[in-house]
């Protein structure tokens, strides 16, 4: 293989090769302006079709040089691109400026879809190529195809060579200079863009900047006396061309390009233009779990809990003493008094009645962990423990709560300790009623409780419901209701009021054990019938300091007394299982 960058245009073929993509080479800064990338064989998809593949003059899209013939990966080496230069102007401009082997022009690929882990190419495609005074890569370069047999480079350029560049003026002339690795100095002349000759630069020679007015076959005279050009692989700093006339045909193009929304460097998808998806970045070589997410703490996890049921009987908050409460009930006290049948001055009648003792209980309720003092101290620690021991907290408003309803039902269900011992059938529906009153049966029922209550000689306050006696409150006609009753209900809530006064609540099946779950269930009382009792303030935190370990042993205690003062103020009314 001949030395990298240079060139020469075989005799009866327009068709170039060279080394596209080298492979296990870091890239330079490119014109995509992304992060260097090195390729190996398997990261690199070849189209089916090469002439899908466009050479371009320095990746510029509105100058296209020619396609695609065939690509060919070499694992050691890299893609050897082989492109046929096209029949214009351009292209006839291009083989006759740069065959004499004295251009410095290097091929660049241009990949689509590119996914990277760091440094290392995971995947692309091609899709297009370009000749550049700068290519990507410091090994791509372009060198001579012989249709199958081996071809010497010449440095000169025939003067029959019918692909010779047409004669222009040198209105677009621009002379540069610039020294190798080995301190030579060198000037390159560019004439209207796609025409460039590198010559050296003698010590007793003007420099160009003084010296602009060569011809072009003086040019052309000097590149071909002149030494080869500086290796491609020297690392030679690229040369600051002066500033040229402006191209109109690509301001145009760039100006349309942005009139439509699009951006024209994006538009020309060059190498090294990463496609990493945020949805897939697993595939695309980062590895799962590697793009960090956003904490945002604890989550919604609905509105705090709200008691619904500890409220429906008499609820205090003050000392609870270590040994209870005891008090005593009398009754038959209507049995005391007599009425006094001996006249007047003789002894009054001695009556008898009964009593009994009653005695409250107690139970505890807590949660404790011993806490690293890093949470306390260090940045954002400190909001993380306050939302967990808030979520402590309401979880112990919760549990307590659905132990008062727990108890409130037992009670009306076992008043003597035996299960559904206290349970009153449901009455039948009232004359007159229609047949066609599906859920009627839930109102006669829940007033049925009601008026159980006052038959106690009591004053009924609070309700408990099953969800069948519930979806039966809130579907029932106002129609159907007994005139001089008024139910409210309010859907989503779990809460309805009869006249006013009793407070009616849905509870689960589950909490009605022994009942029928298709049937209506409930459960009703007065409010002093039983009596709940805290702390003044509950749950109660308590903290000691672990000053060794750094630590903090925190707790989250209370305590809940329950009376069951008087039970016959209370009644169940359902169907067993």
Known sequence: MTEAGLFSRVEGTREIEGLLLPFGELSRPNLSGTEPVMFSASAVALPRDPSIVTLNDEHDRFNPLGRGVAFTIKPDVGVIGRFAVANTDEGDAFLSSYGEGTGKRKLSAELGSLVRNGANAVRSRLTGAAVCTEGAFESAALFSLASGANVEFTTDVPASDEYSAPDRDNSSRTVSEFTDSEGVRWRRIEEYSSKATVEKITDAETPAEDNPTHSEEETMTAAAAAPAAPALFSGAPAPTPEPSDVDMNAFFAAFHAMKNGRSTETENALMALADIKTTDA?????????????????????????????????????????????????????????????????????????????????????????????????????????????????????????????????????????????????????????????????????????????????????????????????????????????????????????????????????????????????????????????????????????VAKFGLDRSIVGFVETFIVRPESTVFIGTVA
């Not at 402590?392 to 307590?400: E, F, L, Q």
């Not at 007033?447 to 306050?461: F, G, H, L, V």
């Open 282 to 546: 697993a595939a695309s070589g980062l590895g799962a779990g590697l793009a960090p997410k956003a904490w945002v703490g604890r989550l919604w996890q609905g509105k705090r809990y709200v008691r619904k049921f500890i409220d429906l009987a008499t609820h205090v908050y003050g000392p609870i003493d270590i040994n209870g409460r005891e008090g005593y009930r009398l009754f038959g006290a209507e049995g005391l008094v007599k009425k006094r049948t001996t006249g007047e001055k003789t002894e009054l009648p001695t009556g008898s009645a009964t009593s009994d003792k009653r005695s409250s209980t107690r139970d505890s309720y807590g949660y404790a962990a011993d806490i690293a003092q890093e949470w306390q101290y260090l940045s954002g620690g400190a909001e993380v423990m306050q939302q967990f021991w808030q979520g402590v907290a309401d979880g112990y408003a919760k549990v307590t709560d659905i132990d008062a309803r727990d108890t409130l039902i037992r009670v009306a269900m076992n008043r003597d300790g035996a299960a559904l011992s206290a349970r009153v059938a449901p009455e039948g529906l009232p004359a007159g009623t229609p047949a066609n009153s599906a859920y009627y049966p839930g109102v006669v029922q829940l007033i049925q409780a009601i008026e159980a209550i006052s038959d106690a000689d009591d004053d009924p306050a609070w309700a408990i419901v099953n969800p069948i006696l519930w979806k039966q409150l809130i579907y029932t006609p106002k129609e159907l209701l007994p005139e001089f009753v008024s139910l409210s209900v309010t859907a989503g809530t779990g809460e309805a009021n009869v006249d006013g006064k009793v407070v009616v609540k849905k509870a689960p099946q589950s909490a009605f054990p022994g009942t029928s779950a298709t049937a209506p269930q409930v459960a009703a009382g007065a409010k002093g019938a039983v009596e709940f009792k805290e702390l003044g303030e509950t749950p109660i935190q308590i903290d000691a300091v672990e």
